[in-house]
């Protein structure tokens, strides 16, 4: 038992997750997972249906129960994570709620942490100014289009300023122009913040252009199979996505998707995810 | 629906594969036996506020000639219908209530074949659904029921040709003419359900009016339709119930209601076996259009609740 | 701005055509045909006898009206409590929603006789507590919908934000639930309109709709009667157009393509 595990956003051992466990519709959607996020990184989790990627951020979350193994979020359980909402969430659908203005959305949270409403707002405002909605405050959810939508759910989940945001497909529904745009606010907002992320996708490209290091999961059952390392930096721009050292990491995530690291020696049959 | 229960339904994979027959006859038997228990609750309170009633002043009357014992109305089932008479009240009631039934039956389906011939006008013509729809939606929130005395009435003064108009023509005629505006307005709405992709499909090939209502809005217009038949059905044998108090037809379950409330000071659970006999007709129809559900949705996806 | 009005006279004109062709209609059959009053009286009749004593006309509606108001009152307020404990307890939930899918098909209204009897028959409650049972099922099923169908993800959202249920029963599924009670409300006013006036068919006191159409067709007063059909048609629109302009004003979200 290391010290060292209150300085990991994340940090999981021996994790396994199985659904209907001892009955004939047995699934193992999360096999003997280890993984460490440090503190300020930017994790993202990859691979086809049924890799397990979205059951492992909802066992940090505590929104379900690992099986067996340890997990903690931020140094302590992932419940008592939650209960101390040290982690902000942000899903593929926005979520927000028709009835209330976008800036009462974003006060949700803090709401139900009682903060007083002056204070409520004024954050809200801040956070709104942060993915530059301020103007929209009054507004209601369904003038928004998709990507603004989805900024004003990134802002809620940064409302009560937690140290770790999970993010869960957030910008799946969104067209490829959106999607880039919002990637581009979404490293603005960890520059300024310095949160650690878990961030699940299905794009490749999203992947390495965000992450610092991208774990690649794999189905049947749900496991890691290979943990990439981007070596891209922190200063990330619209150029980056041209950069040589962009490409290269795209095809090592693509190959070790395919299933084998570095070299190409084999060809994976084709719809052999 | 425990938060928690939500959640963990998100399984990847591995969906249960039951037939979706044994699957709806199971879900029915655990409904109904949720329903006799719901009705065991109501026979069990009932009870209970009889017994109450005899030492704590209750709003209303709780004596055994107002609110008979649950026994005493299964008793009264065996009990002659009039003095001295073979049948019971038993067979009173069920013939009655198989003689509304009857027409019941009739006015529904008269209702539904006129309803769906108008919402097939409708869909076809714009200036019909734009002039007809409102009146057919505007007649859904105002009490047509209170025609009924007045359809009977002229319906007794009436002849069509050779054929004499009795009261037992106005009492379907009223059935039909109230399970004829949900079908509408439902079927209407199913037959413009198919989305503009498919329609464009259908488009492509080149297919006429005639075949892209056979082939693709009939169709597509089930699940809109089975919901709206279940209204139907209910406005129908309400309408029927009502039709045959305004008309003062014998034979039918509503006249019955109305004789043995009359007598209720000297044979106070006869009515009760008569109200008996009403519920009892309402789930019959209720059954059969589930039967009717079932067979028009065989082939379709199974939808699941959230 | 007249552009706006072109475009709603497009909708207007069609029904408002319709409804003429159709009392022209009637009106030149009576005429022609010489039909007597007490088999089919002509609209212009029927309008006399409406507008010769509206302040009748009122008071009958107004009788009626309170009846299915009353009614609607409780049976809403039943529907809601019961909802309420609906989606809490899943075990209320199953023994209640069979039973109103059931009974969504029977005659309540038959139930009439023997309220009279237990209540007394000069008072109003037999047929306000009757009307009250038909719309307590209409509201229950609707608002426990309402309380129970919410996106899957926001549920999950409330469960990161380690939101009690009771707290979710506050932020996320009572406001989730108002289009749902609207929805309802829209079908159960109507309904107590209905019940209110059908309840009056069993006797008791006979100032009301129900009875005064009864009662005129009986005295083939069909002409009166008809104006009474009138007044109990414009009773029921209203009902359902407060209903409609309560939901306007209240819930401005619905009808909107929803947020994703």
Partial sequence: MTTATTQHAVNASGVWKIFNEGQPNEVTALQDVDLTVDTGEFISLIG??????????????????????????????????????????????????????????????????????????????????????????????????????????????????????????????????????????????????????????????????????????????GRITDIVDIPLGMDRDEDTREADAFYESVTAVREALRGHVGGSAQRAKIGEV | MSNAATLEQRTPTGNKR??????????????????????????????????????????????????????????????????????????????????????????????????????????RFLFAERGLLPFVIASQTVPLIALAPLIVGIGNRIEIGPVQWTTTYSVMFIAAYLAFFPLSVGALRGLQAPTPTSMELMRSYAATPGQMLRKLRFPSSIPYIVPALRVSAAAAVVGTVVAEISAGVRGGIGRLLIEYARQATSQPAKVYVAVFGAIVLGLLVAALVTALDVYLTRNLPKEKNA | MSEQWADRLKYLWPPVLIALVFLGGWQALVVLRNIEPFVLPAPTLIGQEFLGDIGLMWQTAYYTGTTAFLGLVFGTIAGLAMALLAQRFIVVNNLVTPLAAGLAAVPI?????????????????????????????????????????????????????????????????????????????????????????????????????????????????????????????????????????VERWTTPWTGRSRSA
């Fill in chain 1, 48 to 221: 086809p249906s049924g890799c397990g990627k979205s059951t492992l951020l909802r066992v940090i979350a505590d929104l379900t129960d690992a099986t067996r193994g340890q997990m903690s979020v931020a140094g302590v359980t992932p419940h008592e994570a939650r209960e101390k909402q040290l982690y902000g969430m942000a899903f593929q659908q926005a979520a927000l709620f028709d009835w209330r203005t976008v800036r009462r959305n974003v006060e949700l949270p803090l709401e139900l942490q009682g903060w007083d409403s002056g204070k409520r707002k004024a954050r809200a405002l801040e956070l709104l100014e942060m993915v530059q909605l301020a103007d929209f405050a009054e507004h209601r959810p369904w003038e928004l289009s998709g990507g603004m939508q989805q900024r004003v759910a990134i802002a809620r989940s940064l409302a009560v300023d937690p140290p770790l945001l999970l993010m869960d497909e957030p910008f799946g529904a969104l067209d490829e122009m959106t999607r880039e745009r919002m990637q581009n606010e979404l490293l603005r907002i960890r520059q300024d913040t310095g949160k650690s992320i878990v961030f699940v996708t299905h794009s490749i490209p999203e992947a390495v252009y965000l992450s610092d290091r991208v774990v690649v999961m794999s189905p049947r059952p």
């Fill in chain 2, 18 to 123: 039951s037939s979706g027959f044994a699957r709806r006859l199971r879900n029915g038997g655990i409904s109904t036996l949720w329903a006799l228990a719901g009705i065991g609750i109501v026979v069990v309170m009932w009870e209970l506020v009889k017994w109450l009633g005899g030492f704590i002043p209750m709003p209303f009357n709780t004596s055994d000639t107002t609110m008979p014992h649950v026994w005493t109305m299964f008793a009264a089932m065996g009990e002659p219908e009039v003095r001295g008479s073979d049948s019971t009240v038993l067979d009173a009631v069920i013939s009655a209530a198989f003689r509304s039934l009857v027409l019941a039956f009739g006015g529904f389906i008269i209702g539904v074949s006129v309803g769906l011939l108008l919402a097939v006008i409708m869909q």
């Fill in chain 3, 109 to 245: 209204i038959a139930l009439t006789p023997i309220l009279n009897n237990m209540f007394s028959i000069t008072s109003r409650t037999p047929r306000v507590l009757v009307t009250a049972i038909i719309v307590f099922f209409p509201m229950l099923v609707n608002i426990t919908r309402g309380l129970i169908q919410v996106q899957p993800t926001q549920l999950e959202l409330m469960r990161s934000m380690n939101a009690q249920p009771r707290t979710v029963l506050r932020v996320l599924r009572a406001p989730n639930a108002i289009p749902f009670f609207f929805t309802g409300m829209k079908v159960a006013a109507p309904l107590a309109v209905i019940a209110a006036l059908v309840a009056e068919y069993f006797g008791g006191p006979q100032q009301g709709l129900g009875s005064r159409i009864a009662g005129s067709a009986a005295n083939t007063a069909y002409g009166r009667a008809w104006a009474y059909v009138v007044a109990a048609i414009i009773t029921g629109l209203i009902f359902y157009l407060i209903v409609v302009a």
